[in-house]
């Protein structure tokens, strides 16, 4: 809650639980449960009995599970067992923020209700553990962890996909005289692996919290998309990682914190500079309906004495200070009058329309480094993650012993596949042709930032020019209202004496 009106936050993220990445579903479901389990695909067990702030666990059921499978270790070890491969993907996990407005219950309910209808309904079993950490901010959140497999009907794991074999137009198996065999593709056994299927999540998710704002009524909603496809002016903050979130929580600045309040910084200076740009843009467009001959700053001056009339026709004394302080806010209109050879309200017009074409350019520039910026510090955040796990992954391929290969992959494997992970992305994320290149991009964000600052100052000038277009418009329009209101006054005293 933020001054008194309901805040609602959208969070939903998903990822997978990988053997591959050194990670175990056992170990993963101890840690977000709070419990102590042993994994008995490895020996290792996971006490987190420690942990504080988890306030409620369960396991939901989909039609064709055991009921075994209740109990928390008996289902994740089912699973590390029928998962037999080294790099093993595990589990699906996907955590939602939940709304700080609701009570405690009405967040486990909502979260039950989400998980039941989005997917134990559609086969997984899924394991629901609510955090409310005893912090300073709220951040009541769920942890989902799912099963990957489907059931048979006989409470047996169905398989993750199926070989099917390609057939020619009669019908019949085409052999692969290369390969020695018949052609065949890979089919899932369910869509749950479907590109579209994340999308479909976070879309349902953000369902469920608009129909609880609706029930509040509330007229804000939420939305799960992100801010480009939403055509939302600003560009979203980069993200922090536990330990930098845990840094700035306890006060200590950092410099991904640095850039947060920096792009927020910006997002909401734009905003500001946009709604001033609007509303000076229809004190014009009111003003040019009654066509103003006259000399602005000659106007202005009259403003000025007039409102000093004014207040003393309403028996009203101006103290020095006051006096001081409207003689400043004139002298600055008048200055940015005579500094831009402005004289008449086309003239004024034409100064605003290049000021909002000014905006528009900053602003594409701003969002556009904005986007960089993000996208160089998830480059180097990935490097050093990729860097110190090359020469492990270089020392593996390097054993042609089978035996060593699999004991050096048994004690590395986690760096290994982390390596690999940080390839991949690098592959996917830069353009053809592209290198990884630390270096340079260090030198490039130096640049950007660089430049960031100098358009922060032209952005600072708009704003302050803008203010002054508005003030300016401000005694014209009220110029007339004194003047009218100010011989009212005098009458009225007139017809009293006489």
């Known amino acids: 809650m933020k001054g008194g009106f309901f805040i609602a936050i959208y969070h939903c993220s998903i990822k997978i639980i990988s053997r591959g990445k050194g990670k175990s579903a056992v170990g993963a479901a101890a840690y977000r449960s709070g419990e102590k389990l042993t994994n008995e695909y490895d020996g290792l067990t996971h006490d987190y009995t420690r942990k504080g702030g988890v306030v409620h666990t369960e396991i939901l059921l989909s039609e064709y599970a055991p009921s075994e499978y209740a109990d928390r270790s008996t289902l994740w070890n089912a699973v590390e067992k029928v998962e037999k491969a080294r790099n093993s993907q595990l589990a699906r996990e996907i955590e939602i923020s939940l709304p700080n407005e609701l009570s405690r219950a009405e967040n486990i309910e909502l979260a039950r209700r989400f998980v039941q209808e989005a997917f134990v309904n559609k086969g997984m079993c899924a394991d629901l553990c609510v955090h409310d950490p005893d912090r300073e901010q709220p951040n009541i959140h769920a942890h989902i962890m799912l099963t990957l497999r489907p059931f048979n009907e006989d409470g047996t794991w169905g398989d993750k996909q199926r070989k099917e074999y390609i057939l020619d137009a009669d019908g019949n198996k085409i052999y692969d005289k290369k390969k020695r065999t018949y052609k065949c593709r890979t089919v899932q056994t369910t869509d749950w692996n479907d590109k579209t299927k994340a999308e479909e999540w976070r879309a349902a998710w953000a369902d469920f919290l608009n129909a609880v704002l609706t029930e509040k009524g509330i007229a804000e909603r939420v939305d799960h998309r992100s801010f480009e496809r939403q055509g939302k002016l600003e560009q979203p903050t980069i993200h922090l990682g536990a330990a930098v979130t845990q840094m ?40 040019n309906q009654s066509p103003q001959e006259e000399n602005l700053v000659s ?7 007039n409102g ?32 831009n050879h402005i004289s008449t309200m086309t003239e004024l017009s034409e100064k605003h329309a290049a000021l909002e074409s000014e905006y528009h350019e900053l602003k594409d520039k701003i969002l556009s480094r904005q986007k960089r910026i993000k996208a160089l510090h998830e480059l180097l955040d990935h490097y050093e993650i990729f860097k110190p796990n090359k020469a492990v992954y270089d020392q593996w391929k390097s054993i042609t012993n089978q035996k060593k290969k699999d004991r050096f992959y048994a004690e590395h494997g986690s760096q290994i596949e982390a390596y690999k992970a940080m390839r991949s992305y690098f592959k996917s994320t830069l353009g053809e042709g592209e290198k990884i290149t630390p270096k340079a991009w260090q030198s490039e964000l130096a ?11 032209r952005l600072h000038k708009l704003e302050d020019d803008t203010a002054l277009m508005a003030t300016i418009l401000y005694n014209v329009e ?18 009293v004496l006489e």
Not at 447 to 457: G, H, K, Q, T, V
Not at 478 to 495: A, D, F, V
């Open 248 to 287: 700035e929580r306890k006060g200590i600045r950092t410099v991904k914190g640095d850039i947060n309040r920096r792009i927020q910084e910006q997002n909401d200076e734009l905003h500001r500079l946009q709604a001033e740009l609007e509303r000076v843009n229809a004190a014009i467009a009111e003003l």
């Open 447 to 457: 640049e950007l930032e660089s430049a960031d600052s100098a358009d922060m100052l």
């Open 308 to 339: 000093e009339k004014f207040a003393e026709a309403r028996g009203l004394k101006l103290g020095n200070l006051k006096k001081a302080q409207k003689l400043r806010d004139v002298s600055q209109a008048v200055a940015f009058l005579q500094g």
């Open 478 to 495: 009220h110029l007339q209202t004194y003047e009218e209101r100010g011989q009212e006054i005098q009458k009225k005293r007139k017809t």
């Open 299 to 305: 106007i202005l001056m009259r403003f000025y004495s």
